[in-house]
């Protein structure tokens, strides 16, 4: 610019006509006028984002079997089934693992299903969700798992803000990558809507056929030959009279917004929400109804039932924003009118469950506390194993299998005043 | 580079403004307005050096408050060139513009905050004005120029991780590179 005034200046000395001395101004003040198009602030941003590795329809369905195992690093749902553990890796697949022997589980096989949230077993068939896909596998032979039915689109809420995948390939894989944006570029990186949240859940079926033992994150729950899923604000039935065919039934309002949990008590589903849980009368399998509300729990609070009372854990630091870490007994003898027993004060309970008289609580950072429940209002503490993070429990027998933040172990109890850690996966952070 | 370029290309055939044949200091207070893509701000220089036969070498620093509030430090040279009785100049700085510090501000994640780091980058000029004779010395000056500041900011944010269902921290660096007119007024000593 300043070359270009300085040939103008020089070119001006020379000339001797006011006229063209006036056209030399208007034109040198030109340029300058029209270089300000040209000065503007530029930002280069380095970021990351994840960018999705996609594969067809075909090829993701021809691979949901039993594969060589992989490393945990995103323990979800997990769900116990004769002798055998199946735990969901938060969007990749399932996990099967072989703890016939406690002191030595194994991790057998890894079935791909991209998406995977939700686990639930019915019989021999496990239900898991393949992003908007419902999948139904036969785990007969856990080393041999087969496809047997997929339900299309029946998990529409599956998406992602702000970027729109193919509908014809299914995303794999999300990579982190470095990138640089310069300028107005925008990103548009997946995000998942659905989140997966803790609860502690057990299932029972009068069918004649048994549904798995799940624990946490249910999104899925079985009662009879009935599956219930819930998503932010709609519950779909699911009839599983015949297990390896799901079909679907309905669709109806959950009761309420960003409802994320659900679990079976009886012939009532609990389905929690931000404010408390909304009951579910499914007497009428094909058609739930609401009955009421427990505003003793809510979706961040897990809770589990032994029929006659709730057990339900509240701590800080969840997205609830609580501010209490205790543990509450509440009497629901009556549905209608449950009424808090007794509350005890805890460490930070995560996650919990119940065998017999013995009742197991996750203490996060405290490592895994077993109490006797004999009597609801005298709850006393019997043992306390520490040395890991433990965010959820389901007692099978003797056993408790407790997930971590770095392995899954299996704690035998036998004996519940010296409960003994037996076994453990790691899980690769 | 480029400025200190184009100033030596200058030097050569431009008649001189003076014919003292010592060098002698000068002092140039400036204040100016910025204007940018972003916005119109304001700011403020003081220059100094030493002048001969109307080649002026010297160094400045400025308190630039475009876009980021930065303390802009150089090296600068200036020509004066007589054209027709008006006394004009050219100039071109170079150097670092200072920036440093941290800024906490909230997040739009309910109750977070993000702390932004800053670190400083080239600033650069080139321009040119002309100097009002009063008192029989050349004093008053008016100057145009495209200026650069460049800014660095990093700071930490989440990202939702789709594998795990977990935000992920991540660490976003800006680099700002802000291309201004500033127009100026100075008084020359």
Redesign the interface.
């Known amino acids: 610019?300043?070359?270009v005034?300085?040939i103008l200046?020089k070119f001006?000395?020379k000339l001797k006509t006011t006229s063209m001395k006036r056209i030399l101004s208007i034109v040198g003040f030109s340029i300058?006028v029209l270089?300000?198009g040209?000065?503007?602030?530029?930002?280069?941003?380095?970021?990351?984002?994840?960018r999705p590795e996609y594969k067809t329809k075909d090829e993701v369905r021809a691979n949901i079997k039993s594969s060589t195992p992989i490393e945990l690093?995103?323990p979800g749902k997990l769900f116990y089934k004769d002798g055998y553990v199946f735990l969901n890796e938060?969007?990749?697949g399932v996990h099967i693992i072989d703890v016939r022997n406690p002191s030595a589980p194994n991790n057998i096989a890894f079935v791909h299903v991209p998406g995977a949230?939700d686990l639930a077993v019915r019989g021999n068939i496990l239900y898991a969700d393949m992003y908007t896909d419902l999948v139904a596998i036969d785990i007969t032979d856990p080393k041999a798992v087969q496809l047997k039915t997929v339900v299309p689109g029946v998990f529409p809420e599956r998406y992602?803000s702000s970027f729109v995948p193919d509908s014809k390939l299914i995303i794999t894989?999300?990579i982190?990558v470095d990138t640089v944006l310069r300028n107005d570029e925008t990103i548009s990186?997946?995000?998942?809507k659905a989140?997966?949240q803790t609860m502690s859940a057990s299932s029972s079926s009068a069918s004649g056929v048994s549904n798995g033992t799940g624990g946490s994150m249910a999104r899925f729950a079985l009662s009879d030959d009935r599956m219930y899923t819930v998503d932010h604000s709609k519950m779909k039935v699911f009839n599983t009279a015949i297990p390896e065919k799901p079909v679907f039934v309905k669709e109806l309002s959950a009761g309420g917004w960003d409802i994320e949990t659900i679990f079976p008590f009886g012939k009532n589903l609990f389905l929690g929400s931000m404010t408390g849980m909304h009951i579910f009368d499914i007497s009428s399998k094909d058609n739930p109804f609401k009955t009421g509300s427990f505003t003793h729990a809510r979706v961040c609070d897990p809770v589990i039932s032994d029929g006659k009372n709730a057990f339900v854990t509240l701590r800080n630091g969840s997205k609830c924003a609580g501010f209490i870490n205790q543990l509450d007994v509440v009497d629901i003898s009556d549905l209608s009118k449950p009424k808090l027993l007794k509350t005890y004060p805890l460490t930070n309970p995560h996650g919990l469950s119940k065998e017999g008289d013995i009742l197991i609580i996750c203490e996060g950072a405290d490592g895994v506390k077993f109490f006797n429940a004999a009597d609801v209002n005298n709850i006393k503490q019997l043992a306390h194993v520490k040395g890991m993070k433990a965010f959820d429990v389901i007692a099978l027998g003797k056993v408790a299998m407790v997930s971590a933040a770095d392995a899954l172990y299996l704690i035998d109890f036998s004996i519940p005043s010296n409960p003994v850690v037996k076994g453990s996966i790691s899980i690769k952070n | 580079m480029i400025g200190f370029s184009l100033v030596l290309a200058m030097l050569g055939p431009g008649p001189a403004n003076a014919q003292q044949k010592n060098w002698k200091p000068w002092l140039v207070p400036e204040a100016g307005i910025v204007l940018g893509s972003y916005t119109l701000d304001r700011d403020f220089r003081l220059n100094a050096g030493i002048e001969k036969k109307g080649l002026m070498l010297g160094m400045g620093a400025a308190l630039d408050y475009y876009r980021f509030e930065s303390y802009p430090v150089y090296f600068q040279a200036r020509k004066t060139v007589q054209f027709r009785k008006v006394n004009l100049f050219v100039m071109s700085s170079w150097g670092y513009n200072v920036k440093s510090g941290t800024v906490v501000e909230p997040s739009w994640w309910g109750g977070r905050t993000i702390t932004k780091k800053y670190s400083g980058g080239v600033y650069g000029e080139i321009g040119g004005g002309n100097i009002i004779r009063i008192r029989k010395k050349e004093r008053l000056q008016f100057s145009v120029s495209w200026v650069m500041k460049a800014v660095e900011e990093s700071f930490q944010s989440e990202i939702w991780n789709p594998v795990n269902q977990s935000p992920r921290t991540i660490t976003n660096l800006n680099r700002y590179t802000m291309n201004r007119t500033a127009l100026r007024i100075g008084w020359k000593f």
Request: aromatic share 10%; with cysteine; hydrophobic share 60%.
């Open positions: 610019m300043m070359a005034c300085i200046l001006a000395v300058l270089l300000q040209c000065i503007k602030d530029q930002v280069m941003t380095r970021t990351t984002v994840y690093t995103a938060l969007n990749k949230v992602y894989a999300w982190a990186w997946g995000m998942m989140d997966v």
